[in-house]
């Protein structure tokens, strides 16, 4: 069904944003595939708090605690994750809220779904939101290459996937200690990474990626940087492999990055991509033709993200309705938080997205969260969801008028009966809850 | 809203009499159907990739020690040591709360079982674990979901339920299915949820949803009273599984209530430091064998009538891998507990560890689907034709597993 202009800004705003407010929406009416791609061209940088530690002092503090063992620097070390998470949290949440360009928050989230890496490992915990900054955002209009680089030579990820102790059995270490690969990291990434699960890869592709990646780990605390990459060559699996049809001779560190760039260009890696966001911003089953579209810029531009982020904004499907998605209980989250332009306190937060199975970065497995409504709606969810729209509208400090929000942030989307519903509210609370209850505001 | 107390029950009475959205018939003690013999089957999905050698350990395999190296365990006789099952197999020690069910005959194990395709991707083997099937084909339903369209016939009510959250794939089609979560994040407005309840109408999906959502809250609330907050149950680690576990014991034991269930345990991906009798993977089965326990003693009498069946993904490679763990392999073991169960016995044959699935998996000997199969004719009574071509399509000469039951 095609829509109006009027119809689109809402669409804009909610399906590659998160909700429109104040008169945003009669802003984005003008050109709503314009205020989509402005974006992707001219992304804002969030003003992050310069007191949230990168990565490294993390990883180093991690390394640290492991070493002393003892048991009072433990506690200190886990009141020091949890303190970090919740400012990384809030300030994670901050950007969405108040960042110009909601849809470049959009993307840095999918990626780094896409790239998940997930407190399940406790270890993780310390240093999963800097992962994001360092690795996921600088990339997300930039080359998909660049991407795989960061997020895979970041030592968050080669912690969580084992790879950070994977030894060749042939290298000077596993000679001596008769230890051997783990085909964790190697498996992923071609499955869930890279090619997908229909990639056309075997097992012993699998293994040949294992061993040409033993070597990447993470600098000890002896070591220049510790907490930072480091390629150990006593522990790389020496000699030639082959991977997927490919020779690889041997190179040492450049093995992994000649075969990481080798899969970023793999057509099969093409689809899958394609195939992700078509999933996150059209519909849970996109049709193959849609799929093939931005399939088909991915390949032609050698995996440009801005590109390939526009081609999903300028297909029609993009723009049909009603609302063919279900928002993920995060996305409900900070849309709602968006919309009432207020971030609640960081353990507030983190108790809602537990409570509604989607804690930011314990994802309960490498292959992140599913991106479709069969994962997500299923009948006390649903309830849970209502409750927690009403329990942050209790929240809020100065309650909105209720219909002058539903406006602002549904405009041509708000049908009639949602409007008397929230007409009819007994107050002010109890309308913004309605509001944000809605099945309107619960789909994009 | 701080005015509003009335319970949830009253609240369907009213809008059952007002609105007219709900009928009679959804208020509590009337949502799900009858099963013949009013008997219980729960299946418990281990995400993750379970190393059923761990579980149940081979020790009387002469090549066992020499396999698993480090993470070998030694045979039975040390204090804090693995538990003799017969003179070949040994429980492990982290699994003791449910050794009493072995000894009283309530419990049996499949060993070397699969699931009948060859993957070791987690997530596609998830997949078709969950849909039955042994190779992927598109979108797919729940084998449980259609073994429940088939048992509750032409009366529409609801037979299954999700515990923990998100329905799982095994349980999604074309049955509606009841789901209980340990928590939300507070208590909603009455008034509130009559609103949303006119609006809801019109969204096909959402819709359906939050009606069933709060019958099936209004039903767990009376089952489980109205602290119904397990608050362990929202956790993360191995006891956050008892907890679920214990409410689901309660829920289908009820008059009433759900007669078939499924839930998740994940935590088994045991790539790093694996350990043996103690370490990551024997405190993740301390959790599990801690959750088994606390379902049976929650279903009180209901317990004779039952079956849990716990299945894994696939099983984990023999040998340990360069950081003391494992990687993925093929076949695991299989659980069959229940008061409904004729065990006390390890099944399945034993392929041995002389010749393993390509050079590094045990082999498969059973799959698990003939247990699945066996539980539904012979507990639910559903023909096999059926079990044949609908509920595991295309597996006419995979027969049931034999002798699982009491008679």
């Known amino acids: 069904m095609v829509a109006s202009a009027a119809f689109e800004a809402v669409v804009a705003a909610t399906r590659f944003g998160y909700a429109a407010r104040g008169d945003e929406l009669s802003a984005i009416a003008a050109d709503p595939q314009g205020w989509v791609t402005r974006q992707i061209d001219q992304p804002a940088r969030p003003a992050f708090p310069a007191d949230l530690p990168p990565s490294q002092r993390m990883v180093a503090a991690l390394l640290q605690m492991r070493r002393d063992k003892q048991q009072a620097d433990r506690k200190a070390f886990n009141d020091q994750v949890r303190n970090v998470y919740f400012a990384e949290l809030t300030a994670r949440t901050n950007a969405a809220v108040s960042s110009p360009t909601p849809v470049i928050e959009r993307l840095v989230h999918f990626w780094s779904n896409h790239f998940t890496v997930s407190g399940f490992r406790p270890f993780v915990r310390g240093f999963a939101f800097a992962f994001e900054r360092e690795a996921i955002r600088p990339h997300v209009t930039g080359r998909f290459v660049d991407m795989l680089l960061a997020a895979e030579r970041h030592p968050a990820m080669l912690l969580y996937l084992d790879n950070a102790l994977s030894i060749g059995p042939d290298s000077i270490v596993g000679q001596r200690r008769d230890k051997g690969i783990n085909e964790n990291f190697g498996r992923e990434m071609l499955e869930l990474h890279t090619l997908g699960v229909d990639g056309g890869y075997t097992q012993a592709d699998v293994i040949a990626l294992a061993r040409i990646l033993t070597g990447w780990s993470v600098a000890r605390l002896n070591d220049a940087e510790p907490g930072t990459f480091k390629f150990y060559p006593q522990i790389h699996e020496p000699g030639p492999k082959q991977l997927l049809g490919r020779i690889y001779a041997e190179a040492g560190e450049q093995e992994g990055i000649a075969a990481l760039r080798d899969l970023a260009n793999h057509p099969a890696t093409a689809h899958h991509i394609a195939f992700k966001l078509a999933q996150h911003f059209i519909a849970d089953a996109p049709p193959r033709a849609v799929v093939d579209q931005i399939a088909k810029v991915f390949r032609d531009t050698g995996g440009n993200l801005a590109a390939v982020s526009k081609a999903v904004v300028a297909l029609e499907a993009a723009w049909s309705k009603p609302f063919g998605k279900v928002r993920r209980p995060d996305d409900m989250v900070t849309a709602a938080c968006r919309a009432a332009n207020f971030t609640p306190p960081a353990p507030f937060l983190a108790g809602s997205l537990r409570t509604l199975n989607q804690l930011p970065f314990y994802a309960p497995s490498p292959a992140g969260w599913p991106d479709d409504a069969a994962s997500w709606v299923s009948p006390e969810a649903v309830l849970h969801r209502a409750e927690w729209c009403e329990t942050f509208a209790n929240r809020l400090p100065e309650p909105p008028d209720p219909i002058v929000l539903a406006s602002a942030t549904l405009g041509e989307a708000l049908p009639d009966d949602t409007l008397q519903a929230i007409r009819r509210a007994p107050s002010r609370r109890n309308g913004v809850a309605l509001l944000l209850a809605a099945p309107e505001f619960q789909r994009r | ?407």
């Not at chain 2, 539980?375 to 044949?388: I, M, S, T, Y």
Request: with cysteine; proline share 5%.
């Open chain 2, 1 to 407: 809203m701080a005015c509003c107390t009335s319970s949830r029950r009253q609240f369907l009475g009213l809008v059952a009499g007002g609105a007219g959205i709900f009928t009679l018939a959804s208020l509590p003690g009337a949502v799900f159907a009858a099963v013949p013999g009013d008997r219980r089957f729960v299946v418990v999905l281990l995400r993750g990739a379970l190393d059923g050698m761990a579980a149940v350990a081979p020790v009387g395999d002469p090549l066992y020690q020499e396999k698993r190296g480090a993470i070998a365990l030694k045979p039975p006789g040390g204090s804090g040591g693995t538990i003799a099952l017969d003179h070949f197999y040994a429980l492990h020690p982290a699994l003791g709360a449910i050794e009493p069910y072995y000894r009283s005959g309530e419990l049996l194990f499949v060993h070397a079982a699969g699931n009948g395709y060859h993957t070791r991707s987690h997530f596609d083997a998830q997949d078709l674990m969950e849909t039955g099937l042994t190779i992927k084909q598109g979108e797919s339903d729940g084998w449980l979901n259609r073994a429940i369209v088939l048992l509750q016939g032409s009366d529409k009510a609801r037979l299954g339920l999700a515990v923990g959250g998100a329905v799982p794939l095994i349980l999604r089609g074309k049955a509606q299915m009841a789901s209980w979560e340990p928590q939300g994040v507070g208590a909603i407005d009455d008034d509130l949820i009559a609103a949303l309840s006119r609006i809801y109408a019109r969204d096909p999906l959402l819709g359906p949803a939050l009606a069933e959502g709060i019958k099936a809250q209004a039903f767990s609330s009376s089952v489980l009273g109205d602290d119904t907050m397990v608050k362990g149950g929202k956790g993360f680690g191995p006891k956050a599984f008892a907890a679920l576990a214990e409410a689901a014991g309660k829920l289908v034991a009820a008059p009433r209530g759900p007669r078939i269930a499924a839930l998740d345990m994940g935590g088994w991906d045991t790539h790093v430091n694996q350990g043996a009798e103690t370490g990551r993977l024997a405190q993740n089965m301390e959790g599990f064998a801690a959750g088994l326990d606390a379902l049976a003693k929650a279903m009180g009498p209901a317990w004779r009538q039952t079956v849990v069946v716990a299945v894994t993904e696939f099983g984990r490679t023999v040998a340990v891998n360069g950081n003391s763990g494992t990687d993925h392999g093929t076949a695991s073991v299989v659980f069959v507990m229940g008061g409904a169960v004729k065990g006390g016995r390890v099944a399945g044959d034993w392929p041995g560890l002389a010749q393993l699935q390509d050079n590094r998996d045990l082999r498969m000997t059973t799959d698990a689907r003939a247990v699945m199969k066996a539980v539904l004719r012979d507990h639910f009574g559903l023909a096999r034709n059926l079990l044949d071509t609908k509920v595991f399509p295309d597996t006419a000469a995979l027969k049931p597993f034999g002798g699982l039951l009491r008679a």
